[in-house]
């Protein structure tokens, strides 16, 4: 029969070996990204002329917003997170929808084959969805963008409304093999290097700034993690859209 003093050091071993376990399971920074974002929406453009027509001058308040938003990103050797940094600014309203417009509606987990948006829909609820990757066509083209050589690459995404019509946004990617992380901006990756600028149809992310493990203060050293919310399927989550959608039409 197992003695007090021989109970009380199986206890001590297992807590140790617990808290080593926990210690390992930690990620911690290789490097902090710093992106800024550019809001450009063409004004011969349908959605240009409806945001107008409610909202006079908001496009142009979210144009002069948009040099104060800051997003960072910041990832281990397996994952990322994408996040933005928390600050006043001097037009709230214009700093929503400059976010809105950059494709941001929470942090992102990027993973290796697939990422997970934090969807913070009041309408509807708060989700964790999981997303695959674009596919991506890669291109010979290159350009110099401070002191990386970036390779091109394009891909694109289609958009059904709940009335049944098809929206297609293209996307342009500029990676550097040099920085060998295949993480990039508002979930876009899985190319062969850092995504240091990335264009769409409404917005251009660019690089600001890039820290390593060494130049990280220590507080920012350990990984940040998504909110614990229930993780639903890309699909799921726009079959969910489609029926709010429809209900506020019906209520309007």
Known sequence: MMNIKTLNLLLFFLI????????SEKQYVTAKVSY??????????EIYKIHEKFSPGLVASAELVDSEVDFSLVFSDSTSIFYIEE????????????????????RIKQQSNDYITEELQEDF?????????????LHDETKKIGDYLCFKATT?????????????????AWYSPQLPYKFGPAGYGNLPG????????????????????????????????????????????????AIEEKKRQKND
């Open 156 to 172: 694109f995404n289609t958009v059904t409304t709940p009335q049944g019509k098809v929206f297609k946004y293209d996307f342009t």
């Open 125 to 137: 609820g708060k989700f964790l969805v999981l997303r695959p990757y674009p596919k991506w066509e």
């Open 16 to 23: 140790e070996s617990n808290i080593v376990v926990a210690q």
């Open 194 to 241: 850092l995504i240091i600028e990335l264009q769409g149809d409404r917005f251009t992310y660019g690089v600001k700034k890039i820290q390593f493990h060494e130049e990280i203060e220590k507080k920012e050293n350990e990984m940040p993690t998504l909110k614990k919310l229930k993780l639903i399927t890309e699909k799921e989550f726009e079959t969910l859209a």
């Open 87 to 106: 600050k006043l600014f001097s037009d709230n309203r214009a700093a929503r929808f400059v976010f809105r417009n950059a494709g941001f509606y929470g």
């Open 36 to 45: 800024g974002v550019t809001i450009h929406l063409d004004k011969n453009n």
